[in-house]
């Protein structure tokens, strides 16, 4: 399905007849006309209010046609009909095409999961965006005002995607979420080229590969909070109980928390009930939890007792108050040296990472195993941060009040 009108300029959707779903044919015409580009945007929307899994409602994609009055193929697929993605799904895997998406970590594990397939050379355009100048977390809005100068609508965003049939309005709402995908992507691959951080820009992107949105039953309750101060024989509980609810929410495309909450759920790995009376008296366990899934959460704690108990973990390490300073002074120089590489600081370090680091080099421990310290964002600062760190090097505001780094016998450091 095709769009009149140049999409990548930016025209309104709502004057013309409107976008319409694909079927098999459409997707299979737009994917050959993918491969043979080389590339192709993809965006999604979804439900996972109330569910387990978020639900795939419809996907949007873009593909440059130079036989379309705008120069541009888009296709709305229905996530809840019987269409045959497969031709998509295969270039999605293939390295060999580039997708072009947005924000795009969330899209990439339900495409994933739904359409059973792996996602390789991602180019996401927010990523993308905070190498090249704008801030790292800016959304599609604006990224398009501010790189494309275009306005896209937002009239449809939050909305019932998995009510059929769908609107006119929110038909043309997703078609304009892809629409501009593309003459973003070449924006900002431009800039990124002629920056020299187009590749440290792809790094980023290849992280998003392994996005998933599935859990592992067994691993779950060391997410519960306050699960580190249960001893041996609760925690063995709190991963049986854990486990149990991760099962049962799954099987009924549910929401965990409507199995039981996270906080009763701890109390009984806590005091671990042995018959319903003293099941029904922990908080959090309504009557009704009681007698649907009351024989089977006592069987669950019973299990969980005689398994072997779980010790604690071993106390993390945590930043002392002397700390703080050099955390400061550690952030004034990954903000100096963001600023010179025209790379937004929130994609160096987190305060968390620099704690880290900051713990290790004071207790003269090995590098923590933090992003800071790898890749490109160790070839931007992880030299520096390290000669500060070990007293070889010292911050000082040089000419035009720019920080840099100075060597401990005054000369100044580029």
Same mark, same amino acid.
């Given at each position: 399905?095709?769009?009149?009108?140049?999409?990548?300029?930016?025209?309104?959707?709502?004057?013309?007849? @409107?976008?319409?779903?694909?079927?098999?044919?459409?997707?299979?015409? /737009?994917?050959?006309?993918?491969?043979?580009?080389?590339?192709? &945007?993809?965006?999604?929307?979804?439900?996972?209010?109330? *569910?387990?899994?978020?639900?795939?409602?419809?996907? +949007?994609?873009?593909?440059?046609?130079?036989?379309?009055?705008?120069?541009?193929?888009?296709?709305?697929?229905?996530?809840?009909? %019987?269409?045959?993605?497969?031709?998509?799904?295969?270039?999605?895997?293939?390295?060999?095409?580039?997708?072009?998406?947005?924000?795009?970590?969330?899209?990439?594990?339900?495409?994933?999961?739904?359409?059973?397939? %792996?996602? $390789?050379?991602?180019?996401?355009?927010?990523?993308?965006?905070?190498?090249?100048?704008?801030?790292?977390?800016?959304?599609?809005?604006?990224?398009?005002? #501010?790189?494309?100068?275009?306005?896209?609508?937002?009239?449809?965003?939050?909305?019932?995607?998995?009510?059929?049939?769908?609107?006119?309005?929110?038909?043309?709402?997703? =078609?304009?979420?892809?629409?501009?995908?593309?003459?973003?992507?070449?924006?900002?691959?431009?800039?990124?080229?002629?920056?020299?951080?187009? +590749?440290?820009?792809?790094?980023?992107?290849? !992280?998003? %590969?392994?996005?998933?949105?599935?859990?592992?039953?067994?691993?779950?309750?060391?997410?519960?909070? !306050?699960?580190?101060?249960?001893?041996? *024989? =609760?925690?063995?509980?709190?991963?049986?109980?854990?486990?149990?609810?991760?099962?049962?929410?799954? $099987?009924?495309? !549910?929401?965990?928390?409507?199995?039981? +909450?996270?906080?009763?759920?701890?109390?009984?790995?806590?005091?671990?009930?042995?018959?319903?009376?003293?099941?029904?008296?922990?908080?959090?366990?309504?009557?009704?939890?009681?007698?649907? *899934?009351?024989?089977?959460?006592?069987?669950?704690?019973?299990?969980?007792?005689?398994?072997?108990?779980?010790?604690?973990?071993?106390?993390?390490?945590?930043?002392?108050?002397?700390?703080?300073?050099?955390?400061?002074?550690?952030? /004034?120089?990954?903000?100096?040296?963001?600023?010179? &590489?025209?790379?937004?600081?929130?994609?160096?370090?987190?305060?968390?990472?620099?704690?880290?680091?900051?713990?290790?080099?004071?207790?003269?421990?090995?590098?923590?195993?933090?992003?800071?310290?790898?890749?490109?964002?160790? %070839?931007?600062?992880? #030299?520096?941060?390290?000669?500060?760190?070990? @007293?070889?090097?010292?911050?000082?505001?040089?000419?035009?009040?720019?920080?840099?780094?100075?060597?401990?016998?005054?000369?100044?450091?580029?």
């Amino acid at each position: 399905m095709s769009l009149a009108g140049d999409m990548r300029a930016g025209p309104s959707l709502a004057g013309s007849a @409107g976008p319409s779903l694909a079927d098999g044919a459409e997707v299979a015409a /737009a994917a050959a006309l993918a491969r043979a580009r080389g590339r192709f &945007a993809i965006d999604t929307e979804f439900i996972s209010e109330g *569910r387990y899994r978020a639900l795939l409602c419809l996907t +949007q994609v873009a593909v440059d046609d130079p036989e379309q009055p705008g120069g541009l193929r888009m296709i709305l697929i229905d996530g809840l009909a %019987e269409v045959d993605v497969r031709p998509l799904s295969a270039l999605l895997a293939d390295p060999q095409v580039e997708v072009i998406l947005h924000a795009g970590r969330q899209d990439v594990a339900i495409l994933r999961r739904a359409w059973q397939t %792996e996602i $390789n050379r991602i180019f996401d355009t927010q990523i993308a965006a905070g190498f090249a100048g704008e801030p790292a977390q800016a959304g599609y809005g604006n990224l398009i005002g #501010s790189v494309l100068g275009e306005r896209v609508g937002k009239t449809a965003s939050y909305t019932r995607w998995d009510a059929r049939p769908l609107t006119a309005e929110q038909l043309s709402y997703a =078609a304009e979420d892809v629409a501009h995908l593309l003459a973003l992507a070449d924006q900002l691959q431009r800039r990124l080229h002629q920056s020299g951080r187009l +590749q440290w820009a792809l790094e980023e992107c290849r !992280r998003l %590969e392994s996005a998933s949105d599935e859990r592992d039953p067994e691993l779950v309750w060391e997410r519960l909070p !306050r699960v580190n101060q249960l001893d041996g *024989r =609760a925690r063995a509980v709190a991963r049986r109980l854990a486990a149990w609810r991760e099962r049962t929410a799954s $099987n009924a495309d !549910r929401p965990v928390g409507s199995v039981l +909450q996270d906080a009763a759920l701890v109390e009984l790995a806590k005091r671990h009930p042995s018959d319903v009376h003293a099941l029904s008296q922990i908080r959090g366990v309504h009557q009704s939890i009681v007698r649907r *899934r009351g024989d089977v959460i006592l069987a669950t704690i019973r299990q969980g007792l005689e398994d072997p108990p779980i010790p604690r973990e071993p106390h993390r390490r945590r930043s002392e108050p002397a700390d703080s300073s050099l955390i400061a002074l550690a952030e /004034a120089l990954l903000r100096a040296r963001a600023i010179e &590489a025209g790379v937004a600081y929130e994609l160096i370090a987190s305060r968390s990472e620099l704690e880290q680091i900051i713990g290790a080099a004071r207790q003269s421990e090995p590098e923590p195993d933090v992003r800071t310290l790898h890749g490109w964002r160790r %070839e931007l600062v992880g #030299s520096d941060l390290e000669d500060l760190l070990s @007293g070889h090097t010292a911050v000082a505001v040089g000419e035009h009040g720019r920080l840099v780094l100075r060597s401990v016998d005054g000369r100044a450091r580029a």
